[in-house]
């Protein structure tokens, strides 16, 4: 069974200094993973999406890795902003049919 | 583009009573899926609706099901409300370019 895991659970940060956020999982037969934010409350906006026959994918001031051998993905975010400040959640999509399975988040704040 | 809507965005049941949430898909696609997240966790797969049938289903009892209409809008029901039923329930469609969320419904059961 897929498990995926984020560490840390919350993060603090000061404006302009870079986010490196931590994704992990289990299995690595996976079809693709997914970055998502969430605002409190709200639902999920997709950020980026990685294949699994890629390494990375880039968004403006977001960039996300994937390493399907060690089972880890990290979301880099240049610059840090206080409008930054929300839940990142990763999940990794287990089967052709688009089943995700996600980790708990890790809550990033920043300030200003 | 409308994306993925969801219908009502609060609601507050009783113990025991019966809900219907709605969910209209992004345009172009044919799969939708139902999460449950509570707070502080991640989401949690339910299940997924693809040419109105379940086709697979996560690790949630029948008091939960759904539909998929022709127009691949689906609902979520939810029988026999528990207070543990208490949870933000999010819709997804999806196709090729990965998942898309609606804005979710929180479910308040007292």
């Known amino acids: 069974k897929q498990e995926v895991t984020q560490i840390p659970a919350a993060l603090s940060v000061p404006e302009g200094e870079n986010l490196v956020l931590n994704c992990s999982f289990t299995d690595s037969a996976i079809y693709n993973l997914q970055w998502f934010r969430q605002d409190p409350g709200k639902g999920l906006t997709s950020l980026l999406l990685i294949q699994s026959s890629q390494r990375e994918q880039t968004s403006g001031r977001l960039n996300a890795s994937l390493d399907k051998s060690s089972g880890r993905s990290t979301l880099y975010i240049a610059a840090s902003q206080p409008g930054d400040s929300a839940t990142y959640l990763c999940?990794?999509?287990?089967?052709?049919?688009?089943?995700?399975?996600f980790g708990a988040g890790t809550q990033v704040v920043v300030t200003p | 583009d409308a994306g993925v809507t969801q219908s009502p965005t609060h609601l507050i049941k009783t113990r025991g009573q019966q809900v219907t949430l709605r969910c209209s898909p992004k345009s172009g696609h044919d799969t939708v899926s139902w999460y449950q997240q509570a707070l502080g966790q991640g989401p949690q797969f339910i299940f997924q609706?693809?040419?109105?049938?379940?086709?697979q289903r996560g690790n949630f009892p029948d008091r939960f099901s759904g539909h998929q209409f022709p127009n691949y809008s689906s609902e979520l029901n939810v029988n026999a409300l528990l207070l543990g039923d208490s949870a933000l329930y999010l819709c997804a469609s999806s196709s090729q370019g990965g998942a898309f969320f609606g804005q979710g419904t929180r479910l308040t059961v007292v």
């Open positions: 999940a990794a999509t287990t089967d052709s049919w688009g089943k995700l399975q």
């Open positions: 609706y693809y040419e109105e049938e379940e086709r």
